[in-house]
Nanobody, 126 residues
Framework: VQLQASGGGVVQAGDSLRLSCARS????????VGWFRQAPGKEREFVAA????????YYADSVKGRFTVSRDNDKNTVSLQMNSLKPEDTAVYYC????????????????????WGQGTLVTVSS
C-alpha cells in the first residue's frame, strides 16, 4: 500500500487548507484511513480518521468542529479539510491506512495503522 499526502503549506491563523491522501494503484475505499500530525519536539498524535464505509468519522477534541475528513472515491483520495487554523495546528501531517475487518471502525492509535504516507508540512502563522 502506497500513500501520498499533499496539500500542506504556509497560512495565517483563521485560514483553511485541504490535505489529500491518495493511494497508488488500488482503491483507497478498501482501507480505513487516519490523519495524524507531529509537531517539532512532540509525539505523533491522532487528528482524524474515517472508516471504510466513510460514514463514521472520528476527530481529536482539539480539531472537532474545525476539521472534516471525507472520502472521494472517484479521485481515490481521503481529504482533510482544515478550517479556522490555529498556530498550534502547525505540524507535519501524515495520512495512514490499514485494512480492518469492520467497515465502521477505525483506530486512533499510531500503532493501529500499518501503512503511512510521507507527510506534508502545515505551518500556521499568528
Amino acid at each position: 500500500v502506497q500513500l501520498q499526502a499533499s496539500g500542506g503549506g504556509v497560512v495565517q491563523a483563521g485560514d483553511s487548507l485541504r490535505l489529500s491522501c491518495a493511494r497508488s494503484g488500488r482503491a483507497i475505499s478498501s482501507l480505513a484511513v487516519g490523519w495524524f500530525r507531529q509537531a517539532p519536539g512532540k509525539e505523533r498524535e491522532f487528528v482524524a480518521a474515517l472508516s471504510r464505509s466513510g460514514t463514521r468519522p472520528y476527530y481529536a477534541d482539539s480539531v472537532k468542529g474545525r476539521f472534516t475528513v471525507s472520502r472521494d472515491n472517484d479521485k481515490n483520495t481521503v481529504s482533510l479539510q482544515m478550517n479556522s487554523l490555529k498556530p498550534e495546528d502547525t505540524a507535519v501531517y501524515y495520512c495512514a491506512a490499514d485494512f480492518r475487518p469492520s467497515t465502521l471502525t477505525v483506530s486512533t492509535r499510531v500503532d493501529g495503522y500499518g501503512y503511512w504516507g510521507q507527510g506534508t508540512l502545515v505551518t500556521v502563522s499568528s
